[in-house]
């Protein structure tokens, strides 16, 4: 079992920016794509972005390309959100995910969720 520990998130105005952080405990080939989902209240589920750690290909929303970036150490138990210009409707919990290599390829779903932070995007 692989646990998945977020930080990062708040309150912030439009235009500024966020960096989110996930800790897995430990790096397992069951979890080496690691991503986003945000999910604002009365919306769908959304996946935000997806990293796949052995060899770092990345993948965004076309709501998120340009502004978002996706990153994670060189451990590769910790991914990194880097949040630019933000906007109000980028507003939602966002919730750190792993899962195996195709979870990152197919859009097979994550194996492991975070508990969610939230992200507020307001003046």
């Known amino acids: 079992q692989v646990q998945l520990t977020e930080s990062g998130g708040g309150s912030v105005q439009p235009g500024g920016s966020l960096r989110l952080s996930c800790t897995a405990s430990?790096?397992?080939?069951?979890?080496?794509?690691m991503g986003w989902f945000r999910q604002a209240p009365g919306k769908e589920r959304e996946r935000v972005a997806t990293?796949?750690?052995?060899?770092?290909?990345?993948l965004y929303a076309d709501s998120v390309k340009g502004r978002f970036s996706i990153s994670h150490d060189t451990a590769r138990t910790t991914a990194y959100l880097q949040m630019d210009a933000l906007k109000p409707e980028d507003t939602a919990t966002y919730y750190c995910?792993?899962?195996?290599?195709?979870?990152?390829?197919?859009?097979?779903?994550?194996?492991?969720w975070g508990r969610g932070t939230q992200v507020t995007v307001s003046s």
């Open positions: 430990k790096y397992t080939t069951t979890s080496n794509c």
């Open positions: 990293i796949y750690t052995r060899r770092g290909g990345t």
């Open positions: 995910v792993a899962g195996t290599p195709e979870f990152c390829a197919l859009n097979h779903p994550p194996t492991y």
